[in-house]
């Protein structure tokens, strides 16, 4: 069997790969190990519950990724700016108030920062409000030093700057890349988080809608690249294409370093407590086991059966669930009212490649290069969000172009 081009990989950096080709009408398959289409973006739908694999949120800033979809049709149900935190007394609000006036006295006045804080916040968000890692050529250093030379107080680093990244960084010691810090900084500032009504995996399956399902090998795992640009399954066939696109993992194909990942654990439970305040994400940076809660429902819903929240916990690191229930239903109990019988864990996670490690200088090492017949791409060419993992399946496109122009 041969094709032009054959996409190892079916998340999000080969579908935008992919849907490029498909306009194109460049001859493409897709070679996808798992059932489903989207990688670490995806959702299972059980019991009228949708489960999103690990807590994930999309951002309107992401313009490359709203290029390939219909934000109307996904349609985006959107999460409050900012976010409820707990101090280890009580809950408070930290949101911008230009865009969340309903909260503009409580964020003006909330203890958790201090006025000069709140005058750092508003410069650093005009000063990075059109930032690009690719034009950032100052000295990078962790996240946590760049606060610190920023002249942020220990206590709003403490208590909003570290749970909040380290809800997406997935590490409490906010040691990830300055550089990845102020991009995705940048884009919550411009942007608003959202979920799509039906799921995250609504974004995977939009950007696929219109790829054939003869161009895609599902269940399907590539043991093997050839030197004459062939592939090996692991049902031992083998296909031979003029360009072969790596995404995910499937580099170390190539002999190359694995790539390295924070890990989380995500446990969802169902409850009849529905929050005042659910649009907001909750964190806990003073609490040992929880950094974020999350009503989903309360955003969508669609996400649960009528008259049930459904709650989203996420757990740094990996643990088993079983051992976590009881005392996260304590927690949740404590911080929203109820007994603890009300919380129902229906649902677990344990994301050992939840997202990929990005420190200091993370940027300046390009430690995959792609060949001139094989191509690498996924968000560890770029950057670790939904629109890095789209830009190189993007920019995996153009390599191709240009290869086919010099021919």
Do not use: W
Not at 1 to 14: D, E, F, R
Not at 93 to 104: A, K, N, V, W
Not at 270 to 282: K, L, T
């Amino acid at each position: 069997m041969k094709t032009q081009s054959i996409i190892i990989g079916g998340g999000l950096a080969g579908l935008a790969c992919a849907s490029k080709m498909q306009k194109e009408k460049h001859e493409f398959l897709i070679i996808e190990k798992s059932h489903r289409l989207g990688g670490r973006v995806g959702s299972i739908y059980e019991d009228e519950f949708i489960f999103d694999i690990g807590f994930q949120v999309y951002n309107t800033a992401y313009s490359n990724t709203n290029s390939l979809l219909d934000l109307n049709e996904i349609d985006l149900k959107f999460f409050k700016p900012g976010a409820r935190v707990h101090d280890g007394k009580y809950f408070q609000i930290i949101s911008d108030p230009m865009r969340d006036l309903g909260q503009l006295l409580s964020s003006l006045f909330s203890s958790l920062s201090s006025f000069s804080d709140k005058i750092k916040i508003l410069l650093l968000k005009y000063e990075l409000s059109n930032y690009s890692i690719d034009n950032d050529h100052q000295e990078d250093c962790s996240t946590f030093e760049y606060l610190q030379g920023k002249g942020f107080s220990d206590k709003i680093i403490d208590l909003f700057f570290r749970p909040f990244f380290a809800g997406i960084f997935l590490e409490k010691k906010i040691e990830t890349s300055s550089k990845f810090f102020k991009y995705v900084f940048s884009n919550f500032s411009r942007g608003l988080a959202a979920l799509p009504s039906n799921g995250m995996q609504a974004i995977p399956d939009f950007i696929s809608k219109n790829i054939r399902d003869d161009l895609i090998m599902y269940n399907s795992r590539v043991i093997r690249i050839k030197d004459n640009n062939t592939i090996v399954l692991d049902n031992s066939e083998e296909i031979k294409a003029d360009t072969i696109i790596l995404t995910g993992d499937s580099h170390e194909l190539l002999g190359t370093k694995p790539t390295q990942y924070n890990s989380v654990t995500n446990l969802y439970f169902s409850s009849s407590i529905i929050p005042e305040f659910g649009s907001y994400i909750h964190l806990f940076p003073k609490d040992e086991m929880i950094n974020s809660v999350a009503f989903l429902s309360s955003i969508s819903t669609a996400y649960s059966p009528t008259s049930k929240s459904l709650i989203s916990v996420s757990v740094l690191g990996l643990h088993d669930s079983k051992i976590l229930e009881n005392s996260i239903q304590k927690k949740l109990s404590k911080y929203f009212g109820g007994s603890k019988q009300e919380y129902d864990l229906i649902k677990s996670f344990e994301l050992k490649k939840a997202t990929i490690k990005q420190p200091a200088n993370y940027f300046s090492n390009n430690l995959i290069t792609s060949q001139k017949n094989i191509i690498v791409a996924g968000d560890h060419m770029t950057n670790g969000s939904i629109d890095g993992a789209v830009i190189s399946g993007l920019n995996a496109y153009k390599h191709i172009k240009n290869l086919n122009r010099s021919k």
